[in-house]
């Protein structure tokens, strides 16, 4: 089961694969890493994967970074708390 304090590495993780970038962080942002919807659709294609919850699109969107995506999660979700 994934924990908050390892939601934010697997968030990291997508965005790595997604975006084609091995140098992005917690705190890189989407749209800065060049970003696109294909690009979002993927990162929470692989969240719902590993999480098995259904992720929003418009969530990565709104909360760009990996960490803000991964504190806005937790604290929607209490088992990953």
Known sequence: MTTTRDLPELIVSLYRD???DD???ADSDFFES???S???FQITAGLQSALGIEVSVALVFAYPS???LADVLASDRQDLR
């Open 66 to 68: 990996p960490a803000d």
């Open 34 to 36: 060049n970003g696109d």
């Open 38 to 40: 294909l690009a979002a």
């Open 18 to 20: 997604s975006l084609g």
């Open 23 to 25: 140098t992005l962080d």
